[in-house]
């Protein structure tokens, strides 16, 4: 085995033969990904290896973009050439070589909105059993004929409700969404639904040819009437003659009632702003057809267990286990078991029940028993997704193949953590290898080897510091890992703020919260903490957003989400944050600019004119692949430079426009520090840990924790003193240690300013340094939802009743 090794910045070894390394090891050779500079690593395989370092340190650049980026690679050039054009290639990576590298999967945090179709029992691929079961061991209506499994499914034909068409929700159409104001008359507008401009006044002339009279008040019009007008399905036509236009000549004109202009909008509109306008004028809500399943009457009426498809699926995944175990002979039934049809207790029946018992256990022992089959996927947090991901590899039996997971312990409570390490053990017994980014150093720590890469972000970074079992850590001094890998001290002490006044929160009812009462401290930084599926997000971004407005003390409510800044390539880090407004004016005041006659307008990639017109500005083409979801490609014509030559024409201290959107955050803070718009967003950028982000980086290509932060910069560089509540969940996720300390700052910084802040979080550190804390639980789902301490952090650490007690008393050194 090749000892440890602290790599040097510019001495590299010469690239290592081509076959494959008997030894046990991964050899990289010269990996230039990225802000890789030269990277020469060997890194064992069969093993738990971490990759650490501070954000942008350039770990992900060798984990996921050059490591799997190769071994995808390699399978793709295996593939036949007409299957190959049907996957979604990556580029290759940028290194001399890399030997003894097997197959890999990875295992990243999706980013962008998943369907509202896609939900947890389709992501695992338990539905698919689940729909099985039904079909083959159900208990159905007598009389009725066994139905096939695609039945069971709200996404199929056969299976989806007629009327809401599988979405479990229906659009209705009544008289208060369509008229607003019923004392208008109809020439006056008073059907809201209909469309504006020459459209409704089309309708109206059409209305009154029919008969209606169109001037007098909608109220006081007949019943009959007015339904007729609402919901008909008829569409006369008739002949209408323009009175205020003499030149116009009589045409013929059809009837749309507001429910079928409305309906019609909705299906078959292009529009999504036609749509959501339609959206306005309909009351939403469960499907009364199906109750809310998106499933058939005939699937419905087919139970087991006592529980028709719809009612299995919602129950917690660790309940679904207890009704699953006697069916998989695990347990003996109850005495209401023991009566079940043949059906339930056949062969088919227990083989299914087995299969499906054992993959949701090792949902379970990953923290997610709260979670039902039917919680739709854009509901889950990216730490959740991850972990469904990983439970479903784990049960699918490959081996000698090397997974690469991006910051799985994300949202997990440090409660969970040991149930993680055990799923990562069982993986490495299964014959594989595990390669984790991350930054929760009890992961970390149990890691066989770490791979640690900086010393800082971006072209501060890019180095492997070391390569070596964990304890080795301890003698690199270029590292920002090894205080936080072994602490040498306890967290410096922090003297709890004095509340200015209490939100009180009374019999709260929202998902698992049952009649919750709470006293929130203003004025000073709460920590909200909890296993996953406690209720925190329930209660900071449900609860506490909606009663804080009305609070005389709260002059606003801001919520910090971790939801995109925008889902195209057009939406990045320097117009979210307004920047690019100041570096657009600072072009076209450039001398060039100004000969040419050129405005900021100019330096805009989003209008005509200096933009790349086949990318349109965005610097990047959506690629359309068969059968697959489609991708964004480099622009062929600009290479993602988002603008066209004669624009790049124009200099500013040397850089293009284009090189200004290139540059990290740090490199921008002395290229425009004499620009003091975007020197203020900068250095607010800079103080929540992300110096690292290029400028013009497309909002896709951002994490959730990316995005929350830069929204938080954002609030940052113009917040207003005092009296505002700023909600955030979960912002230390994808955080290095050292950043976390980095955004703590900042939201001590905030708090003294005279505001309230809420951070829903699981990192200790975060929590020990709060004023307040809010525990949440005792478990997920059903079984949390209450507050199970409340106080300073020394008083929730001395709790007997708080999961969280015992690492909140390791964060504080109690």
């Known amino acids: 085995m090749p000892a440890p090794h602290h790599q040097p910045a510019d001495n590299r070894t010469a690239p290592a033969a081509s076959a494959p390394n008997p030894d046990g090891f991964i050899r990289v050779r010269g990996a230039r990904e990225h802000n890789l500079r030269d990277v020469d690593v060997d890194i064992p395989r069969d093993r738990i290896v971490a990759f650490t370092g501070i954000s942008g340190s350039g770990k992900s650049s060798l984990a996921f973009g050059t490591v799997f980026a190769e071994a995808q690679r390699r399978f793709l050039e295996s593939v036949a050439p007409y299957a190959r054009r049907l996957i979604a290639q990556g580029s290759t990576p940028h290194v001399d070589s890399i030997t003894g590298l097997p197959p890999a999967v990875a295992l990243q945090q999706r980013r962008g909105a998943p369907s509202t179709r896609s939900t947890v029992g389709t992501l695992t691929t338990l539905s698919n059993s689940v729909r099985m079961l039904y079909s083959r061991a159900g208990t159905y209506p007598e009389g009725a004929t066994q139905l096939y499994s695609d039945s069971f499914s709200p996404n199929t034909v056969a299976g989806a409700c007629p009327r809401c068409h599988g979405l479990g929700t229906a ?169 079940v049809t043949s059906g339930e207790r056949s062969e088919v029946a227990k083989s299914i029940a087995s299969d499906l018992q054992g993959r949701i256990e090792v949902l379970i022992d990953l923290g997610l028993g709260y979670l039902g089959l039917d919680r739709a996927t854009p509901t889950l947090s990216a730490g959740e997704t991850q972990r469904l991901r990983i439970a479903t590899q784990l049960r699918s039996g490959l081996f000698g193949v090397v997974y690469v997971l991006d910051e799985p312990s994300a949202g997990l409570h440090p409660a969970d953590t040991e149930s993680l390490v055990r799923v990562l053990d069982d993986l490495r017994a299964g014959g594989n290898s595990v390669f984790v980014v991350e930054h929760d150093m009890d992961i970390v720590r149990r890691a066989d080897w770490i791979v640690d890469v900086g010393p800082g972000a971006g072209s501060g970074g890019g180095r492997v510091l070391y390569s070596g079992p964990p304890e080795g850590l301890a003698e ?49 930084l709460t920590a909200v903490t909890g296993v996953s599926g406690s209720g925190k997000s329930s209660l900071v971004g449900g609860v506490l957003a909606s009663s804080a407005s009305t609070h005389p003390l709260i002059t606003r409510v801001v919520e910090v989400d971790q939801k995109p800044i925008g889902r195209t390539p057009r939406s990045n880090l320097a117009t979210y944050t307004g920047m690019f407004d100041a570096v657009r004016h600072a072009f076209a005041a450039t001398e060039d600019a100004k000969q040419r006659g050129w405005t900021a307008g100019r330096f805009s990639f989003n209008v005509e004119g200096g933009r790349c017109e086949v990318c349109q500005g965005e610097g990047s083409v959506s690629v359309e692949l068969l059968f697959l ?32 959107l290139g540059m990290t955050v740090d490199e921008a803070a002395d290229a425009l520090a004499d620009l003091s718009a975007a020197a203020r967003a900068l250095t607010a950028l800079r103080s929540v840990g992300l110096g690292y982000l290029r400028l013009g980086q497309p909002a896709p290509e951002l994490s ?74 005792p478990a997920g789902g059903g079984d949390g939802g209450r507050v199970v301490a409340a106080g300073t952090p020394a008083q929730v650490a001395a709790s007997p009743h708080s999961r969280t007690a015992h690492f909140l008393r390791s964060a504080i050194g109690s």
């Open 171 to 339: 659009h209705e159409v009544t008289e208060a969404s369509a008229v607003h104001d019923p004392s208008l008359s109809i020439r006056e507008g008073a059907i809201t639904a209909w469309p504006g401009a020459w459209q409704g006044k089309n309708l109206r002339d059409v209305t009154a040819v029919l008969g209606y009279d169109i001037d007098r008040p909608w109220k006081d019009l007949p019943r009959a009437d007015r339904d007729w007008l609402l919901f008909t399905e008829e569409q006369p036509v008739v002949e209408v003659h323009p009175k205020r236009d003499r030149v116009a000549k009589p045409y013929k004109g059809r009837f749309w009632s507001a429910r079928q202009y409305t309906l019609h909008t909705l299906a078959d509109s292009q529009s999504e702003t036609q749509r959501n306008k339609a959206l306005r004028f309909v009351e939403s809500g469960p499907c009364q057809l199906c109750g809310g399943s998106g499933l058939t009457r005939a699937a419905l009426a087919v139970t087991f267990g006592g529980l028709s498809i719809a009612e299995f699926n919602a129950l917690p995944l660790s309940d679904l286990a207890e009704v699953l175990r006697p069916v998989a002979g695990l347990t003996d039934p109850t005495p209401a078991q023991s009566t």
């Open 476 to 524: 690199v001094e270029d590292s920002v890992t090894r205080r936080y890998l072994h602490p040498g001290g306890e967290q410096p002490a922090h003297g709890p703020r004095e509340p200015v006044g209490t939100l009180e929160i009374r019999d709260a009812t929202l998902h698992n919260l049952d009649h919750l009462d709470l006293d929130l401290p203003l004025g000073v």
């Open 629 to 660: 979801p489609g991708s964004w490609a480099p622009c062929p014509e600009c290479h993602g430079a988002r603008y066209n030559a004669e624009t790049l024409e124009v200099r500013r201290k040397g850089s293009t426009i284009a090189d200004v």
């Open 704 to 777: 959730g924790g990316e995005a929350q932060r830069i929204k938080l910069a954002t609030e940052l560089q113009r917040a207003r003193s005092g009296h505002t509540l700023y909600l955030l969940d979960e912002p230390s996720t994808g955080l290095h240690p050292a950043d976390v300390e980095l955004l703590t700052a900042q939201l001590q910084q905030l708090t003294d300013a005279g505001n309230t802040v809420v951070v829903v979080e699981h990192v200790m550190s975060v929590v020990a340094q709060a004023d307040h804390v809010v525990d949440m639980g």
